[in-house]
């Protein structure tokens, strides 16, 4: 079984502070993302990576950067948490033309 | 502007009613996909449609990809509350190697 895990469930961080989102899949998957979801706006790409050191922008890049040092790990980095970050966030890996998702990472930022 | 459209947001049923979930574009897809996605955790792929006028059935569920590859809808007949979460549908376009774009979604409640 493919198996894709984020680090956290749930996260509560404070405005202004760094925050890690880390994500591993355990498949040897080359193609990783990471999506926020937000009620009544289905997933939005934020970042994806083709490979090791290899990252592209998606939809919604800013405020956001990533990091991907190893093929099975995939990190999200809000350099300075804003109110308008707090949603869910989903890591995915991909094979085969299907997306292979992690349970999600419930971030709130007050 | 959502790319991929999807409707309705919300629905609630009666468990043994029928319902169609539509996912509509003005974009060509070279395939679509329906997740499901329970609370707590992340979508799961349901099916991909990949060729115009495909037709897919999944035991109860009915996945139909548009001729013209810019639609999409999922069926379920006979509902039933085990069918209750968020269905997702995603398209991917020509030339965008493994992203995909998302509709909103639409939140199914399917009551005893």
């Known amino acids: 079984d493919v198996k894709v895990t984020q680090s956290s469930r749930y996260l509560v961080k404070r405005t202004g502070e760094k925050v890690f989102l880390e994500c591993v899949q355990d498949m040897d998957h080359e193609n990783m993302f990471w999506y926020r979801q937000d009620p009544g706006l289905g997933l939005r790409l934020i970042y994806f990576s083709y490979d090791v050191k290899m990252k592209e922008k998606g939809d919604i890049p800013e405020g956001y950067s990533v990091s991907r040092e190893k093929k099975e790990r995939f990190s999200l980095i809000l350099e300075s948490a804003s109110t308008n970050q707090t949603s869910m966030y989903l890591c995915?890996?991909?094979?085969?033309?299907?997306?292979?998702f992690g349970p999600g990472t419930r971030l709130t930022v007050l | 502007t959502q790319l991929l459209e999807q409707s309705p947001q919300f629905l609630s049923i009666q468990e043994g009613e029928n319902l169609t979930v539509y996912c509509n574009s003005s974009s060509v897809f070279s395939s679509l996909q329906w997740y499901r996605q329970e609370p707590g955790e992340g979508p799961v792929l349901l099916v991909t449609?990949?060729?115009?006028?495909e037709v897919k059935k999944l035991k109860r569920l009915t996945f139909q990809f548009g001729d013209a590859r810019k639609d999409s809808s999922l069926h379920i007949t006979a509902a039933q509350p085990g069918d209750t979460g968020l269905y997702l549908c995603a398209g991917r376009r020509y030339n965008q190697g493994g992203k995909l774009i998302f509709g909103q979604g639409t939140e199914l409640s399917v009551k005893p």
């Open positions: 995915a890996s991909i094979k085969y033309n299907e997306q292979f």
């Open positions: 449609v990949v060729t115009g006028g």
